[in-house]
């Protein structure tokens, strides 16, 4: 059973910087694309960032393009979420996800198999 476990969250100013870490227990882990994720309260959940099972291909949403980087390490079965410039806007839980190859977009958390429990992100204004 893959386990995907989350860390790095916590509470930051406005501009600050955190990284968010995702550990997979999962010998299949560099088959799968990886997505960060995140829920604010009263909001449905939303793709921040994928990338790729060989992370040649990252995919953002609008609002983090330029100030969020999604990136891997398959020889550590770990993903990262690097978030500079954080805005209060940005405070949700963030949530790791793993992703079985098939077709479809990248942005549909359906398309997810596997997740984590979620860090919390609080950025203060």
């Known amino acids: 059973q893959v386990q995907l476990v989350e860390s790095g969250g916590g509470l930051v100013q406005a501009g600050g910087s955190l990284r968010l870490s995702c550990a997979a227990s999962?010998?299949?882990?560099?088959?799968?694309?990886m997505g960060w994720f995140r829920q604010a309260p009263g909001k449905e959940r939303e793709l921040v960032a994928a990338?790729?099972?060989?992370?040649?291909?990252?995919y953002y949403t609008d609002g983090v393009k330029g100030r969020f980087t999604i990136s891997r390490d398959n020889a550590k079965n770990m993903v990262y979420l690097r978030m500079n410039g954080l805005k209060p806007e940005d405070t949700a839980l963030y949530y790791c996800a793993a992703r079985s190859p098939r077709g479809g977009t990248y942005y549909n958390p359906r398309e997810y198999d596997y997740w984590g429990q979620g860090t919390q992100v609080t950025v203060s204004s």
């Open positions: 990338i790729t099972w060989n992370g040649d291909s990252t």
């Open positions: 999962d010998w299949s882990f560099d088959t799968k694309a």
